[in-house]
C-alpha cells in the first residue's frame, strides 16, 4: 500500500536558516513525488515534483529510493516561505494521490 | 484563466442527510478529482474522473458517488451522512495526462451535526 509519512508537524526556522522539510514514502514500485505548498489564505498549489528535477523558489527535493525519502530543502529560509507544506505520492499508473499530514514552516524574523 | 471554482464554501448538515457538492475544473481541463480533509490530516483521495467516467477510486464507500458533465464540471454527492464526514472538500482539476499538475479549488467545509 502507498503511505507518505512527514514526521514534523510543526518546524519553526530563523530567516537565512537553511531548512529541511523531510517525507518518507512507502510503496514498492516506481512512485511520481511531489510537494504542495498552502500559503495563508490560498489554495492548495504545486510546488515541484521529483520528474521535474526543477528548483522553485530556491527549493529542491531529492528523491532517494534507498531511503525512500524524499525531503524538501532550501539553503537559505525567508519569511514567505511560511506555510502549509505537503509530499504526496503517486503511483506509476495510478489515480490515486497520497498525501501526509502536512508539515507548517514558520519562519522567524 | 478561470481557476478551479466549489460551492458552497460552508454547509452544516445533519446526520443521515444527502448533500450534493459542485466544482466547476478550470478552462481546458477534463479531468477532476475530489478530496477529503479533516482537521490537522492531508487530502484523501475519494475519486477521479476522467472525460464523465470514474477513473480511480480511493478508500470510501458507495455512499460517496460523482458525476462530471460534458463541460467537466463535476459534483460530489455523499448520502446518509456521518458524523465523521466533517471535514474539508478539495476538487482538483487537470489537463489529461499522468504528469499534469493538480490545481485545487478552495474547497467547501461540511459540518455533520
New interface residues.
Partial sequence: AQR?T?PE?LLSVFKGAPVELKCNYSYSGSP?L?W?VQYSRQ????LL?H?SRESIKGFTADLNKGETSFHLKKPFAQEEDSAMY?C?L?AY??????????TRLTVKP | ET??TQSPTHLIKTRGQQVTLRCSSQSGHNTV?W?QQAL??????IF?YYREEE????NFPPRFSGLQFPNYSSELNVNALELDDSALY?C?SKQGG??S???????TRLTVT
Fill in positions: 507518505v512527514q508537524k511520481e511531489f504542495y489554495r492548495l498549489q504545486l515534483r520528474i505537503y504526496a503517486r499508473n495510478n489515480n490515486d494521490m497520497r498525501f501526509g499530514a502536512g | 481557476g478551479v478529482s478530496y490537522g490530516q492531508g487530502p484523501q483521495f477521479q477513473n480511480g477510486r480511493g478539495l482538483a499522468d504528469n499538475p493538480l490545481h485545487f479549488g478552495n474547497g
